[in-house]
């Protein structure tokens, strides 16, 4: 098939490609290169930019410009739509850009499939998020099953930071989220990423398309971008780390997410795009298992052999949620999927290609500064 990737050349995007073409599928890539991401001149600096380099057709374009979109599509058969500005904390004060790319470049793709009578795209994949559940799923012994609303500011303040629901007296109970689970996103990224979502699924199911959407956990794993402050928590502190710089571990260092590594991505996505039991389907991606931010620094620690100080500081991000990981019973029913990489051998791989890398400066005090700057970080 003749698949285009927006954003094809990005961390998940550019491994994507190339798996797609070692299938035998034709791949074109439309993508902005951004600097945040690529450097200032991706032709040397991006090792993603360069790993596509001559094995796709490549557009430098913007998701924003319908002209970009008209030159990426004559031919396409799939999109795979990740082109999007991440990270919840940047989400919180560039609203307008968020919104802009994720939304308003979904809506002239789908308004370029809605009125195109000789389009031959038969399906979408839409890159959705774990982020659009917001504080996840519990159990409470008095209520049963709850969603908690977003943590309070006062109580952060104050040192407590686990989630709560009101009627409920004993400690809220961690459970995996399932597709079913409440949408209720704590961030301006994670609305974006549920608004994408939706009308992906609403308008190619009216159109006669089919859709896909994966709601990725925290992708990690070689090739990603160690220059990028604002999102990616293992290259934060790999950077950190590498630059003898001490770690701030925010809040109780308890908070945890489910860490899913690239290549087990990459498989859960094509068999999204060739299996036709994807249509019009909704499916978690991650590991399945939540991993707490103090064992990431120290495991980190120990791969590079090296230590730095940590200190947990109580520090908090509004947007963050405290825990999230992947309930994935329906992507194993319906796709066969099956994370292999657990996070122990997924981190092992990942810090033996940083150590290979050349050491970045990391600018990740400037994104705090930025965050403290909007009243955003406390």
């Given at each position: 098939?003749?698949?285009?990737?927006?954003?094809?050349?990005g961390?998940?995007?550019?491994?994507?490609?190339?798996?797609l073409?070692?299938?035998?599928?034709?791949?074109?890539v439309?993508?902005?290169?951004?600097?945040?991401i690529?450097g200032?001149?991706?032709?040397?600096?991006?090792?993603?930019?360069?790993?596509?380099?001559?094995?796709?057709?490549?557009?430098?374009?913007?998701?924003?410009?319908?002209?970009?979109?008209?030159?990426?599509l004559?031919?396409?058969?799939?999109?795979?739509?990740?082109?999007?500005?991440?990270?919840t904390?940047q989400?919180?004060?560039?609203?307008?850009?968020?919104?802009n790319?994720?939304?308003?470049?979904?809506?002239?793709?789908?308004?370029?499939?809605?009125?195109?009578?000789?389009?031959?795209?038969?399906?979408?994949?839409?890159a959705?998020?774990?982020?659009?559940?917001?504080?996840?799923?519990?159990?409470?012994?008095?209520?049963?099953?709850?969603?908690?609303?977003?943590?309070?500011?006062?109580?952060?303040?104050?040192?407590?930071?686990?989630?709560?629901?009101?009627?409920?007296?004993?400690?809220l109970?961690?459970?995996?989220?399932?597709?079913?689970?409440?949408?209720?996103?704590?961030?301006?990224?994670g609305?974006?990423?549920?608004?994408?979502?939706?009308m992906?699924?609403?308008?190619?199911?009216?159109?006669g398309?089919?859709?896909?959407?994966?709601?990725?956990?925290?992708?990690?794993?070689p090739?990603?971008?160690?220059t990028?402050?604002?999102?990616?928590?293992?290259?934060?502190?790999?950077?950190?780390?590498?630059?003898?710089?001490?770690?701030n571990?925010?809040e109780?260092?308890k908070?945890?997410?489910?860490?899913?590594?690239?290549?087990?991505?990459?498989a859960?996505?094509?068999?999204?795009?060739?299996?036709?039991?994807?249509?019009?389907?909704?499916?978690?991606?991650?590991f399945?298992?939540?991993?707490?931010?103090?064992?990431?620094?120290?495991?980190?620690?120990?791969?590079?052999?090296?230590t730095?100080?940590?200190?947990?500081t109580?520090?908090?991000?509004?947007?963050?949620?405290?825990?999230?990981?992947?309930?994935?019973?329906?992507?194993?029913?319906?796709?066969?999927?099956?994370?292999?990489?657990?996070?122990?051998?997924?981190?092992?791989?990942?810090?033996?290609?940083?150590?290979?890398?050349?050491?970045?400066?990391?600018?990740?005090?400037?994104?705090v500064?930025?965050?403290?700057?909007?009243?955003?970080?406390?």
């Amino acid at each position: 098939m003749k698949i285009l990737i927006t954003g094809g050349a990005g961390f998940i995007g550019s491994n994507l490609a190339l798996s797609l073409i070692n299938k035998g599928h034709e791949v074109v890539v439309l993508d902005n290169l951004s600097e945040q991401i690529h450097g200032a001149d991706p032709a040397t600096g991006s090792p993603l930019y360069r790993s596509i380099q001559g094995k796709v057709e490549f557009i430098k374009g913007d998701v924003t410009r319908k002209a970009d979109w008209e030159k990426a599509l004559p031919g396409v058969e799939v999109i795979v739509h990740y082109a999007a500005e991440t990270g919840t904390g940047q989400s919180m004060y560039e609203i307008n850009r968020y919104t802009n790319v994720n939304i308003g470049g979904t809506s002239i793709m789908l308004d370029l499939l809605a009125n195109d009578k000789k389009r031959q795209v038969k399906k979408v994949v839409i890159a959705s998020s774990r982020s659009i559940y917001g504080e996840g799923k519990y159990f409470s012994e008095e209520l049963g099953i709850v969603y908690p609303g977003h943590r309070l500011a006062a109580d952060m303040t104050a040192g407590d930071f686990e989630v709560k629901y009101p009627g409920c007296k004993t400690p809220l109970q961690l459970l995996p989220t399932d597709e079913e689970s409440k949408i209720h996103p704590s961030s301006v990224y994670g609305i974006t990423k549920q608004n994408q979502e939706q009308m992906v699924l609403c308008v190619c199911k009216a159109i006669g398309i089919d859709a896909v959407a994966f709601r990725y956990q925290n992708v990690y794993g070689p090739g990603q971008s160690l220059t990028n402050p604002y999102t990616g928590i293992l290259s934060i502190f790999s950077s950190l780390i590498r630059n003898n710089k001490p770690i701030n571990i925010f809040e109780d260092g308890k908070e945890s997410r489910d860490f899913v590594f690239i290549s087990d991505v990459v498989a859960a996505t094509i068999a999204g795009i060739e299996q036709k039991e994807a249509a019009n389907e909704i499916f978690n991606v991650g590991f399945g298992e939540a991993t707490d931010v103090i064992t990431v620094a120290r495991t980190l620690a120990k791969k590079y052999e090296t230590t730095v100080p940590m200190q947990v500081t109580g520090n908090y991000r509004l947007g963050d949620i405290r825990h999230n990981y992947a309930d994935l019973k329906k992507i194993n029913s319906i796709l066969g999927f099956k994370p292999k990489v657990n996070f122990e051998e997924g981190l092992s791989q990942f810090t033996a290609w940083v150590k290979e890398q050349e050491i970045q400066e990391s600018k990740f005090e400037d994104s705090v500064q930025e965050m403290k700057a909007k009243g955003l970080f406390k």
